[in-house]
């Protein structure tokens, strides 16, 4: 089972509408869940970060996390064509020696049909 | 105020050759990573450095070497190049006394081996 798990798409979604793109992770210890956005040929950039359970709003994203059944979500409201791209869902786990690493997934690639 | 820069772009390499990819970043951060990127894999950790002078192997370190020669730069080293070390190379870095612990990635190497 891969650390962090995310249907690699593509998805489809038409202008205007929400776009759900979704991610599990199999460490229970994971404590911080992050969303990148990666233009194709660019590199990742950070859109959102998540540490509790329940959704976290920024503009027209919305995070949302559930640790008791390991999912991490973001919505994208009211889509446009420029979130065209690929979402790289990533997970971190403090060791006890104070080691932080993020464990990427494999991205979901997301098209915007105008 | 350029955030992380890495070099070169792009190179083509014969298998066996060497070679040293540069970072550097000018956000005063402790840590820096080094990743790599291929098709279907995600993001995968190569090597690390949690603070100046420290380093630590990721997921994937066989056949390469890294160095953080200070707080600013850190270098990634391939010391005989082989067919499968053909990647996009992602340098990184974050502030962990950030509370969010943003990783800023920089705009990546296309490495081509032969």
């Known amino acids: 089972q891969k650390e962090v798990e995310q249907n690699s798409g593509p998805l489809s979604v038409p202008e205007g509408a929400i776009a759900s793109l979704n991610c599990t992770y199999s460490?229970?210890?994971?404590?911080?869940f992050f969303w990148y956005r990666q233009y194709s040929g660019k590199s990742p950039e950070l859109i959102m970060f998540?540490?509790?359970?329940g959704d976290k709003e920024d503009g027209r994203f919305t995070a949302q996390l559930n640790k008791a059944s390991q999912y991490v979500s973001l919505l994208i409201r009211d889509s446009q064509p420029s979130d065209s791209a690929t979402y790289l869902c990533?997970?971190?786990?403090?060791?006890?020696?104070?080691?932080?690493?993020?464990?990427f997934g494999t991205g979901t690639r997301l098209t915007i049909i105008p | 105020n350029a955030g992380v820069t890495q070099t070169p772009k792009f190179q083509v390499l014969k298998t066996g050759q060497s070679m040293t990819l540069q970072c550097a970043q000018d956000?005063?951060?402790?840590?820096m990573y080094w990743y790599r990127q291929d098709p279907g894999m995600g993001l995968r950790l190569i090597y690390y450095?949690?603070?100046?002078?420290?380093?630590d192997k990721g997921e994937v370190p066989n056949g390469y070497n890294v160095s953080r020669l200070n707080k600013r730069e850190f270098s990634l080293r391939l010391e005989s190049a082989a067919p499968s070390q053909t990647s996009v190379y992602f340098c990184?870095?974050?502030?962990?006394?950030?509370?969010?612990?943003?990783?800023?990635f920089g705009p990546g190497t296309r490495l081509t081996v032969l």
């Open positions: 990184a870095s974050s502030d962990l006394t950030d509370n969010t612990d943003t990783q800023y």
């Open positions: 460490d229970r210890g994971s404590q911080s």
């Open positions: 998540i540490y509790s359970n």
């Open positions: 990533a997970v971190k786990r403090v060791s006890n020696f104070g080691n932080e690493k993020l464990t």
């Open positions: 956000m005063n951060h402790n840590s």
């Open positions: 450095s949690a603070s100046e002078g420290t380093t």
